[in-house]
């Protein structure tokens, strides 16, 4: 059959074999990456094993948290687990606006509203609290450029600053994949400039997430996001470490590390090390991985 200048007959099936093609290379790419043993598999795997014995000795040894950005899909995640974990003395909640909290949160959680752009008039916030924890952020869409550098580098530092002053001694960020401090990208870049910022603050610890695209029921509406969701559902599930992350898991990997003795100042973790700190990585319990450990 002849359409125009084309056949049908000819291009369908090469456009056909195009896709499969091009589906089979980047299947195997996921596939390579899935199963690749980094440097730090075993130490991650380790935390996750490990996590319940030192959940139970953090726990005694009394610290106090903050988190930031507990409103949202992270930090929802991030108060279920504290809530079950039950590992801080206190845990503040510093927001820009007051939520009911679910009632069977304990006595611990308190929550603070501030106005961020005036952050410094309740430093006494973040007084005696040891350890932050982070996941604020907005979005280009709803914030503006001005408003997205604002929220996600000027907010994250002027609190990490203020916490430091006030006795923090390890901070953890929920950041992003593919940060970079150079990328041409408004967004990857404000995330590497920050990430990059808080490293040179000198905390005794520093623990850096780059989850990739969250995984959620997001309450707030972005259909970019949802459609990206729906579309990625399939990958998330052959290939979970690949490009997406559940929320669920990202909170799950910020507790574990942050209750692990480490000798590290700084910690960068990428999407696999977040799900393997969380403990669902299949990696971790693989034959494969079981006998490296033994052989070390
Ligand atoms: N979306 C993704 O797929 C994705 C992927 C990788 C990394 N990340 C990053 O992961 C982090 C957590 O993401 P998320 O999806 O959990 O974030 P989210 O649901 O959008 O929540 C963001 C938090 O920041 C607060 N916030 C936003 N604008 C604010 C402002 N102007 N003043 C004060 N607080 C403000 C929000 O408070 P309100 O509830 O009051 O608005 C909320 O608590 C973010 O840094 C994000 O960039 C996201």
Not at 16 to 28: F, N
Not at 270 to 289: D, F, M, V
Request: charged residues 25%.
């Amino acid at each position: 059959m002849q359409v125009l200048w084309f056949r049908c007959d000819v291009i369908i099936p090469s456009v056909s074999l195009g896709i499969l093609v091009v589906s089979v290379l980047i299947g195997s790419f996921f596939f390579l990456h899935e199963i690749q043993h980094e440097p730090d598999t075993e130490r991650n795997c380790n935390m996750a094993e490990a996590a319940q014995s030192n959940w139970e000795r953090y726990r005694t040894e009394g610290h106090q948290a903050f988190v930031l950005g507990y409103t949202g899909e992270v930090g929802k995640e991030l108060m279920k687990e504290l809530a079950a974990a039950k590992l801080y003395k206190r845990v503040v909640l510093i927001g820009r606006r007051q939520v009911e909290l679910d009632p069977s949160f304990g006595p611990e959680f308190e929550q603070k509203v501030v106005d961020f752009e005036k952050l410094e008039e309740h430093a006494e916030v973040f007084e005696g609290l040891d350890t932050g924890y982070c996941a604020l952020g907005t979005t280009r869409g709803k914030a503006g450029v001005k408003g997205f550098v604002r929220v996600d580098h000027d907010y994250v530092l002027i609190a990490a600053e203020m916490a430091k002053a006030r006795g923090c001694k390890h901070f953890s960020l929920v950041s992003s994949q593919g940060a970079n401090k150079n990328s041409s990208m408004l967004y990857t870049r404000t995330k590497g400039q920050v990430e990059e910022a808080l490293k040179v603050m000198h905390f005794d610890r520093i623990s850096i997430y780059r989850p990739g695209v969250l995984m959620c029921d997001r309450t707030e509406d972005r259909p970019g996001e949802r459609v990206a969701r729906v579309l990625l559902k399939p990958i998330s599930y052959l290939f979970p470490t690949a490009i997406t992350t559940p929320t669920e898991t990202v909170a799950r990997a910020l507790i574990n590390n942050a209750v692990a003795p480490s000798e590290r100042k700084e910690e960068v973790y990428e999407n696999k090390a977040i799900h393997q700190l969380s403990g669902t990585s299949k990696l971790c319990g693989s034959q494969n991985y079981q006998e490296t450990s033994k052989s070390k």
